[in-house]
């Protein structure tokens, strides 16, 4: 076993650590507490919405579930690693054996019940929305910009990872080449990913709430919060392409699963870490969801 074996086996076991437990666990508390502080009989807008005679038991169930997929996914990881271990196979060799999306479709199972959460709390949301849609409303009136809420310095950055990324892909390409379907896929993958960045940040900035009843100061919050989210995300995605392209053009293939799988990590730590960190649930202002409380 190399040293890159070594380093791979370490990195693999912190991504299963981070992503099938320690945010799940994270994500996990932060429901309980909210189940457990704030029940229907006090706060029932945040429940009366539910089609389930028993929001709060369905709640409980939901998240009990996210957890449990998360550790099933975690245990079957863990064994996979020492499946490869006890069969002498070298992680070093993933990328050379043609085996490099099943470190890919390794994240995608962990990502899955990350997904279904946040489906099944979109889906919360929009009960909430249809619930008072017929309600009046008051709105704060003060146009709401986005300098506002996000530094310029992470849109700068942001446009100009992009444009080194551009470069550097077109300039190992060839500028005079005559572009191949691949680098019509890259590029236009890269562009509409970043148009969607772009197209959700401007939702939450002029759009309607997700939730009727957040007060006013958690609405700016959670705005701050995706705002930064989604600068990193491109930022991420742009270093990311910079990083694989050079592993290609410089041989390193050994490198590129752990290289895969520490980038994986870093976009979780910059997604729901960020909300986790941004977007605390001790600092939201549950009094809206109470009985007579008015919408904002």
């Known amino acids: 076993m190399t040293i890159i074996d070594i380093i791979f086996y ?22 309980m507490f909210v189940l457990r502080n704030y029940p229907p009989a006090i706060y029932p807008k945040l429940y009366q919405h539910s ?9 409980n169930s939901s998240i009990r579930k996210y957890m449990l997929g ?7 990881g863990i064994g996979v690693l020492l499946a490869m271990a006890a069969s002498g196979y070298a992680p070093s060799g993933i990328k050379e054996n043609k085996h490099i999306m099943l470190v890919v479709l390794f994240f995608m199972l962990q990502a899955l019940p990350h997904m279904l959460l946040e489906l099944s709390t979109h889906n919360w949301l929009k009960g909430m929305r249809g619930a008072v849609k017929n309600n009046t409303r008051t709105a704060d009136l003060k146009p709401r ?8 310095l992470y849109i700068v950055v942001a446009v100009l990872a992009f ?4 470069v550097y892909y077109f300039y190992n390409k060839g500028f005079t080449t005559a572009w191949d379907w691949r680098a019509y896929v890259t590029f236009g993958t890269m562009t509409a990913m970043n148009l969607v960045f772009i197209g959700f940040g401007y939702k939450y ?19 701050k919060t995706m ?7 491109s930022i991420l995605m742009s270093l990311q392409l910079i990083v694989f392209d050079a592993i290609n053009q410089n041989g390193w293939d050994r ?20 909300v986790l960190r941004l977007f605390k649930i001790e600092d939201i202002d549950f009094d809206v969801y109470k009985e007579n409380a008015k919408l904002v």
Do not use: C
Request: aromatic content about 18%; cysteine-free; proline content about 5%.
């Open 70 to 76: 998360n550790i099933a996914v975690a245990l079957f």
């Open 145 to 152: 910009k986005l300098f506002d809420f996000i530094s310029p």
């Open 51 to 59: 089609r389930y005679a028993d929001p709060s038991k369905a709640m």
């Open 10 to 31: 370490a990195v693999f076991i912190s991504q299963i650590f981070l992503i099938s437990y320690y945010y799940p666990k994270k994500t996990y508390d932060r429901n």
């Open 227 to 233: 705002m930064h989210v989604f600068a990193m995300a």
């Open 205 to 223: 900035l002029r759009g309607q709430k997700l939730d009727p009843h957040q007060s006013y100061k958690d609405q700016r919050q959670f705005i």
């Open 255 to 274: 490198f590129e699963p752990i290289a895969m799988s520490l980038y994986f990590q870093v976009v979780i730590i910059f997604g729901i870490g960020q």
């Open 163 to 166: 444009i080194a990324w551009g």
